[in-house]
């Protein structure tokens, strides 16, 4: 897992900015509910783990994978993707270790975004 | 933030649906939207959208795929069953990676798709696609409004044209039919007519037909109808009237004729009388179009015959009911003395 981690960078703030009309403001109102969405789906994810419920496990990957997609975030938006795919495939391993990956890749951005203000 | 060229403004406040899990898609959306003039409901999951959907005035919605609750091609298939009156703008939004089925969503209602994470230059072409349609049927309801209006009005009374008061009496008759309620009938003439129209011209005729059209609409419950039968002849159809309530209404509206002031290019004319010839379902063995508009007539010819200005009421029957109605009231009576 650790090699993918770097591989890809954790935003591609031109290409979020581009799509969002530019404006740095609303950028990080997006990122704030980003933000809020992605505790929120980490709970879910660890309960879901806990209960095998693959089904959530599936439907909560598809839901991040959007919202990283839109806010160009690369690397989280293919975490999201390998924990949507886990699900799908009903594989609790993958599911454990994608889940850490996402905090991780997670932390990365946050350490990103300060490093740029 | 606000850059001229992205201030395109496309109707004022057109509502529109957001229906999209992702709090980050859903708020990104709805600020494009709203730049666009659009006014936004959003939805986080199938059931809500659902109940938004349903607004009459809810003509274009974007609905995520994949939703907790209902889907998107699923909120596609329900609203296409639930036979909205005006037509609603379905477009679908699709991870760009998930396996998914363009026809399904197609064959499910959906008029359109885009995938995620949109394309707003895209998006907002599409929308004008969206409205385009939307304007189409709103232009051909409102045509087909206009030539149902054509098709069942007397174009210079304003009345009820004989094709439409023929179909309200066939409902009418059925109504009856089913639940027992009666209804009465008035076959009504204007007795000097040709003389009006002697004296004052056609044109003269002509307002005080619609003068007398007028008056009986003033007088009349909302829910009676009046059609014009031919030339002069008037047919006023009174839904729940027994025989009696017939008979009050029809000779209630012969007064107000000799009552009242008929004007032809502001002056009086000479006074304006009606004959009537009424009928009442309660009081007839067969009720259908035929014995209903023959024996008004019927009724109408012997008004005439006997001096105009009065109401004849035909009937061929008493049914057992109101006869034994008109005992209870009788014996109640009789029994409060």
Same mark, same amino acid.
Request: hydrophobic letters at 35%.
């Given at each position: ?63 991040? /994978?959007?919202?990283?997609?839109? %806010? ?8 999201? +993707? ?36 | 933030?606000? /850059? ?58 974007? %609905? ?48 359109? +798709? ?94 005080? $037909? ?18 014009? +039968?031919?030339?002069?002849? $008037?047919?006023? $159809? ?61 009724? $109408? +010819? ?36």
């Amino acid at each position: 897992m650790s090699e993918k981690t770097n591989s890809l960078p954790p935003i591609n703030k031109q290409e979020a900015l581009e799509r969002i009309g530019g404006e740095e403001e609303f950028l990080k109102e997006l990122l704030d509910i980003y933000r809020t969405e992605f505790e929120k789906r980490c709970q879910e994810l660890e309960k879901a783990i806990d209960e095998k419920n693959y089904q959530v496990i599936q439907e909560s990957g598809h839901s991040l /994978k959007g919202a990283s997609a839109n %806010l160009s975030l690369p690397a989280l938006r293919e975490a999201a +993707y390998e924990m949507e795919t886990a699900g799908k495939s009903q594989d609790l391993e993958a599911a454990k270790k994608t889940l850490k990956r996402l905090k991780l890749e997670f932390e990365r951005l946050e350490d990103f975004l300060n490093q740029s203000k | 933030m606000e /850059k001229g060229s992205t201030k395109i403004s496309v109707r004022q406040k057109f509502p529109l649906l957001v229906a999209e899990d992702d709090p980050v898609t859903s708020r990104l959306l709805e600020k494009k939207l709203k730049e666009w003039g659009y006014s936004v409901y959003k939805a986080e999951n199938g059931e809500k959208a659902w109940e938004i959907l349903r607004k009459p005035g809810l003509r274009i919605a974007l %609905l995520d795929w994949m939703m907790p609750g209902i889907e998107g091609p699923q909120l596609c298939a329900r609203l296409r069953q639930a036979k909205k009156p005006r037509y609603t703008y379905l477009i679908l939004l699709t991870a760009k990676d998930t396996s998914f089925d363009i026809i399904q969503g197609l064959e499910a209602g959906a008029d359109d +798709y885009m995938t995620k994470p949109v394309n707003f230059l895209e998006l907002k072409a599409r929308l004008q696609t969206a409205q385009r349609i939307i304007g189409l049927e709103d232009r051909w309801l409102q045509v087909q409004k206009k030539l149902t209006r054509l098709a069942t009005t007397d174009p210079l009374t304003h009345a009820w044209n004989r094709r439409a008061i023929m179909r309200f009496i066939l409902e009418e008759i059925n109504r009856c039919q089913r639940d027992g309620r009666p209804f009465g009938l008035l076959m009504i003439d204007l007795d000097n007519f040709k003389q009006i129209n002697d004296a004052y011209g056609h044109q003269g005729g002509d307002q005080v $037909l619609r003068q007398v059209v007028r008056l009986f609409k003033n007088n009349l419950r909302t829910y009676d109808r009046i059609g014009r +039968y031919g030339g002069d002849e $008037l047919i006023i $159809l009174l839904p729940s009237c027994n025989v009696y309530q017939t008979g009050t209404v029809a000779s209630h509206l012969l007064e107000l004729a000799r009552k009242n002031n008929f004007n032809v290019r502001g002056r009086t004319t000479t006074p304006v009388t009606l004959s009537i010839g009424a009928v009442a379902s309660d009081t007839l063995s067969q009720v259908n179009l035929d014995s209903l508009i023959m024996t008004a007539d019927r009724a $109408l +010819y012997l008004a005439k015959k006997l001096g105009r200005d009065r109401v004849i009421i035909f009937g061929d029957s008493v049914k057992p009911e109101i006869r034994e109605k008109q005992n209870v009231r009788k014996n109640k009576f009789s029994s409060a003395d």
